[in-house]
């Protein structure tokens, strides 16, 4: 045993390691919060009129230093959406439904949590809107997100077809896209004005709607998702 192991010292190696660990945890936390101050500006002044300049301001930073995790500001704006759709795909949707009553009970959640992130919906709006120029930096994200959105909602409506839960014939590309929308559109109602427009209870009729009008049975939501309004 080593002199410094029985005398209860760390040897130069492990003292190297901690401090490394170390470092990597003070990067770690300053980059979640470069990520969580860019959701905020890209929410309030949209891509093209936030800074990088303020965003290390608020972070308590060079804007150099910022640079050292990020190497641009449409590096940033990538990074911050991927980073949000990670943790609403583990979150939400690391699993196949096994029925379209399911994947609309999971899908209303979804606009659950979303009530509670102002800042992260507002972003989404904004960038969405300023997306639409084939040149914004986002545009390719927004496209590939909504293809994306359908094809996953596809998926779980096919087999229900299949399997005899909705009505043979129900076009399902276009309800993947109908329900995109309609989520969409009461976010953007919800964040003008948070406190009055009830986007949950509205996402959570329409779901229920639109489900007893596609299953061969009627059925609507489950009775613990559906909202006291609905039942």
């Not at 209303?108 to 809107?129: D, H, K, Q």
């Not at 061969?216 to 559906?226: H, N």
């Amino acid at each position: 045993m080593a002199q410094n192991e029985r005398s209860g010292e760390r040897s130069p190696e492990r003292k190297a390691a901690s401090a490394g660990r170390g470092t990597y945890a003070v990067g770690d936390e300053r980059r979640s919060r470069i990520l969580d101050t860019a959701v905020e500006h890209f929410a309030q002044w949209g891509f093209h009129a936030s800074s990088l300049a303020r965003i290390a301001k608020d972070v308590g930073i060079t804007q150099g230093g910022l640079l050292h995790h990020f190497r641009s500001k449409e590096d940033l704006l990538v990074q911050v959406l991927a980073r949000a759709d990670e943790n609403d795909k583990e979150k939400f949707f690391s699993h196949e439904f096994v029925s379209a009553v399911e994947c609309y009970a999971c899908l209303v959640r979804l606009a659950e949590y979303n009530s509670t992130r102002l800042g992260r919906t507002r972003m989404f709006n904004v960038l969405a809107a300023e997306a639409g120029d084939p040149g914004h930096p986002a545009h390719a994200y927004f496209t590939r997100r909504y293809t994306d959105i359908v094809e996953h909602m596809s998926d779980p409506l096919r087999q229900a077809v299949e399997s005899g839960e909705l009505k043979p014939g129900t076009d399902i590309v276009a309800v993947s896209q109908e329900t995109a929308a309609v989520m969409d559109g009461l976010q953007v109602q919800w964040v003008l004005d948070p406190k009055g427009f009830d986007m949950v209870g509205r996402f959570r009729a329409y779901a229920d709607r639109l489900l007893r009008s596609i299953t061969v049975d009627g059925r609507g939501l489950p009775a613990d998702v559906r909202g006291p309004a609905d039942v």
